[in-house]
Each structure stands twice: as C-alpha cells, then as structure tokens.
C-alpha cells in the first residue's frame, strides 16, 4: 500500500513553477543507484509505514503473559490499563526499521515512542503561525550523552554504539517518515543539501536559496561539527532546520538571531527498550 501524494510534494511547489528553473533543475536530478540519497528514494518514497510495522508484528513471536496458563486453548483479558510503564516505553508506531541500504553505518533502526514523539511535535511546531512573519522555524534535538566509550562483547557494543547514535538515528526516522508520507524533505548529507520530492532527488545547488516554502532539513552533527552551517540560518531562510547533536549549546547559540529557534531535549532510553536492540 502507498500514501496518496499530498499537494506541495512536486519540484515545482518547492522551487517555484518557473520553467527556466524547474529545466535547469533537470541537471541537478540524481540519476544513478550509486548515490545513497537516490536508494533512500527509490526504496522509500511512498512506501506505508504502518504496512511495514505490521509485517513486523506479525512475524514476532506470541509474549506469554505472566500467570497465563501456557498451550491452553482458552482466551484471556488482560487488563492493561493501570497506567504507564515506568520501565518501557511502546506505543503505536514502534518497531524494527530495516533500512537495509548497502554501506549505510546502520541497517536497522529500533523506532522508540520519543521518536515519534519528536517528529509529531516538530510537525506541529512547523504549521505553527510564526510571530514575525517569514521567520523560519529550527528545532535542535539533544539529550543525555552515550553511555560507554569502549566494550568487549559484540552484543553490548551494538547496543551502545545505538544508545549513543540515538539522536542521530532520529534522522533516518525523520527521513523514512517524511518520504512515507511524500512530504519534501532536505537531507544534508556531506556537506550537500538533497531535496526529495515526487520526481527524485536533486542535489540543491550551493548558491540557491530561494525556496517557495520552508523545507524541513535534517542536519546530523557528524556532518557539520562546528555547529549549524551558517548558509543554511541566514536571515530570510527557507530551510526548517532540525540539527541533531549532543549537548553543547555553543554549537547552535547563534539561532535565535536569524530563525524562530527551539531546543527538544531527548530522553534517555528505558530498560525494556534497550533489550529490544
């Protein structure tokens, strides 16, 4: 099953229906499966989430239930409405990413509840009427720092080098959703921006800037360790800026001079999360 394509998810609606440009832009379209932006494309845009969280479900085993009877016949309520639990963290929209794109670091990504969380209140913070107008908005997603700098076992080092990566991992959700959902999304990925639309992907030329709408754009700190490129906070931005890092708030002070500028702090991960790993 694929997302029907939302309006404004076309090159023409982020770059102006012009058609000097929208011809030159043909040049700038990612043509060849060598490039990791055009695999996401291909694999992604359009492609249900919630039918791949299914599959998952359905191919993982049944949880018994403590105080069940095991291999009997008989159903049994189970009231799982007492409250919160303080010791996991699972909701709808939860599972096993397989990203599954040949020399991507990560090949799997466990989507947790503060993901979703995030990308729903960034959503909302987006379509949010700015107080001056043309002011762009930017979020900087941060939390608590890795744990560990070093392990023996295969297993644990896994799920540490996960735990640390968390925030950088948001942005393969954020990037999967987004192209599920046919939104255009930039990804700025070594030191070039890639704007995804319905047609591909095109690599954005380093001079260009003047975008019709605010794109969302998804900026890992691995990729720019001095802070947030200055090119793409300028006043007048068309970029919505989602700059992932760990704490360290010299990295992104400068933001609320030029953007309408906010700071999510992510929260650290609960035990029953860490097993699923």
């Known amino acids: 099953m694929s997302v029907l394509p939302e309006s404004g998810s076309s090159l023409a609606s982020i770059i102006g229906p012009y058609q000097e440009f929208l011809t030159e832009w043909q040049s700038f379209k990612l043509s060849s499966p060598i490039f990791l932006p055009f695999k996401w494309h291909a694999k992604f845009w359009g492609k249900s989430m919630e039918?791949?969280?299914q599959q998952w479900r359905d191919a993982q085993p049944p949880m018994p239930v403590e105080g069940s009877r095991l291999g009997g016949d008989e159903p049994m309520d189970v009231d799982t409405s007492e409250g919160e639990d303080l010791d996991d963290d699972f909701i709808k929209g939860c599972y096993s990413l397989e990203?599954?794109?040949?020399?991507?670091?990560?090949?799997?990504?466990?989507?947790?509840?503060?993901?979703?969380?995030?990308?729903n209140a960034l959503e909302a913070y987006y379509q949010k009427r700015p107080p001056i107008p043309n002011q762009a908005p930017a979020?900087?997603?941060?939390?608590?720092?890795?744990?560990?700098?070093?392990?023996?076992?295969p297993f644990i080092l896994?799920?540490?080098?996960?735990?640390?990566?968390?925030k950088s991992i948001w942005i393969y959700y954020?990037?999967?959703?987004?192209?599920?959902?046919?939104?255009?999304?930039?990804?700025?990925?070594?030191?070039?921006?890639?704007?995804?639309?319905?047609?591909?992907?095109?690599?954005?030329?380093?001079?260009?800037?003047?975008?019709?709408?605010?794109?969302?754009?998804?900026?890992?700190?691995?990729?720019?360790?001095?802070?947030?490129?200055?090119?793409?906070?300028?006043?007048?931005?068309?970029?919505?800026?989602?700059?992932?890092?760990?704490?360290?708030?010299?990295?992104?002070?400068?933001?609320?001079?030029?953007?309408?500028?906010?700071?999510v702090i992510m929260n650290p991960w609960k035990r029953k999360e860490i097993l699923r790993v």
Do not use: M, N
């Open 139 to 153: 979020a900087v997603i941060t939390g608590q720092p890795g744990i560990g700098e070093s392990c023996q076992c």
């Open 51 to 53: 039918d791949e969280e």
């Open 174 to 263: 954020a990037l999967r959703r987004r192209l599920a959902e046919r939104k255009p999304v930039i990804w700025y990925h070594h030191k070039k921006r890639y704007l995804f639309v319905e047609e591909g992907v095109y690599k954005v030329p380093d001079d260009f800037q003047e975008f019709d709408v605010f794109v969302w754009t998804l900026v890992d700190s691995d990729e720019a360790r001095d802070g947030v490129p200055e090119h793409l906070v300028t006043h007048e931005t068309q970029h919505f800026v989602i700059y992932c890092t760990s704490l360290g708030k010299e990295r992104w002070s400068r933001l609320h001079k030029t953007v309408r500028a906010c700071t």
């Open 99 to 119: 990203i599954g794109i040949k020399h991507l670091r990560i090949p799997r990504v466990w989507i947790r509840a503060e993901y979703i969380r995030i990308y």
């Open 158 to 166: 896994r799920v540490v080098l996960t735990l640390r990566a968390g």
